[in-house]
C-alpha cells in the first residue's frame, strides 16, 4: 500500500514551486511508425549548485518504461538551447497506451542528480498535455512544439508494517 503526496494548483497538477518551463515538439508518422520527440530548449530553471541541466525521454507503454534517451548537459545555464530530436519506433495500434515522460534534471558532480521537473504527455494526462498529443494526431509528420510548465511528481511513501498490519485487520 503507498500514499500519495502531491500538491495542486489550480490547473496546473501537482506542483510545489516554480519549476521553469520547456519547450519540445512531437510528431508521429503513421507511414514509419515513428514517434519523434524534439527537445527545444528549457526556460527559467531554478538555480541550483552548478545548475548544469539535462533532459531524460522515456517512452512508456502501459506504466512499464520501454526505452531512454538522454540530451547532452548544458554546463551552468538556466535557459538552455537543447535542439535534440529523439525517434521512437511506437506501432500506431499501442499509441494510446504509450506516455512520453520528460523529465528536466541537474547534473550533480558530487552525489545523486537531482529531477527539477517532469511533463507526462499522453491523451491522458493534464490539460496542456493532452492538447499537445491531440495537436500531434491531428497533424500527422508535423513536429508540434508547445512550452509547458514543469511539474514536480508526486512521490510514493510505503506505509509502515504496523499500518499494513491495521489495513489488512480491518477487512
Not at 518551463?21 to 552548478?50: C, E, H, M, N, W
Not at 534517451?69 to 499501442?94: G, I, Q, W, Y
Amino acid at each position: 500500500m503507498y500514499l500519495y503526496f502531491c500538491f495542486e494548483e489550480e490547473h496546473e497538477g501537482p506542483v510545489c514551486e516554480k519549476l521553469g518551463r520547456i519547450q519540445f515538439s512531437v510528431g508521429y508518422s503513421f507511414q514509419d511508425s515513428t514517434l519523434t520527440v524534439k527537445i527545444l530548449k528549457g526556460q527559467d530553471l531554478p538555480a541550483k549548485d552548478f545548475s548544469d541541466p539535462y533532459v531524460k525521454v522515456w517512452l512508456m507503454n502501459k506504466d512499464k518504461r520501454v526505452e531512454k534517451k538522454k540530451t547532452v548537459v548544458m554546463k551552468r545555464c538556466l535557459n538552455p538551447v537543447f535542439n535534440e530530436s529523439f525517434p521512437f519506433d511506437v506501432p500506431a495500434h499501442v499509441l494510446r497506451e504509450t506516455t512520453i515522460v520528460i523529465t528536466v534534471m541537474d547534473k550533480d558532480r558530487l552525489s545523486r542528480n537531482d529531477v527539477i521537473g517532469k511533463i507526462y504527455l499522453s491523451w491522458k494526462s493534464g490539460p496542456a498535455e493532452v492538447k499537445h498529443w491531440k495537436d500531434m494526431m491531428s497533424h500527422p509528420r508535423t513536429a508540434v512544439a508547445q512550452w509547458h510548465a514543469l511539474k514536480r511528481s508526486c512521490f510514493k511513501k510505503k506505509k509502515n508494517n504496523t499500518e499494513k498490519l491495521k489495513n489488512s485487520n480491518s477487512l
